[in-house]
């Protein structure tokens, strides 16, 4: 895949702060937090593929509290099999609900790999359509999260999960509930 085969737009004024997408022929293929590179030159509106025009759209429509869920397809290039299961068990996370690391360790088949499946929900390439800000530790409290976790409390909130704080330790309401995932 070339240079010329990946498409991408930012997105500067989301709740989370600017977001950039990245698009494949294939799909989805990244999603970033953070200000764009002076040097960089997304696809202006007007020239965005289709796929890029869905992407940006059902954004902005999950940022506006009007999405739950995502119906993209997905560019997983350079990801293993292990992050594949893992990020097939955060798409099941439906929209205001949480799991823990433990439980998706759990649900890959992997009962005492909570802290692999840690490393892999890190590694997520296309957070917010893959739904890795609705892991938290297994007492209840944030955790990490690669965007930052501004990002993941803002998310979170989008989705009517209240968060005391935005450290590490910071507990997340309502608590976690034990389900299958």
Known sequence: MTAADVHYAHLPGTPVGPVTVWVS???VRH???GPLPSTSNPDP???RPELLRRVVGQLEEYFGGERRSFALPLDLHGVTDFQR???ACLQDI???NL???GDLAQAVGSPQGAQAVGQAVGANPIPIVIPCHR???SDGRLGGFSGGLPAKVALLGIEGVEVAGTQPTS?????IIRLPL
């Open 45 to 47: 509106p007007e020239s």
């Open 171 to 175: 507990r997340v309401r309502p608590e």
């Open 135 to 137: 892991v938290v530790t």
């Open 94 to 96: 439906r929209f205001g």
């Open 25 to 27: 022929s294939t799909g």
């Open 31 to 33: 999603i970033e937090f």
């Open 99 to 101: 799991t823990t690391y």
């Open 85 to 87: 299961q893992v990020y």
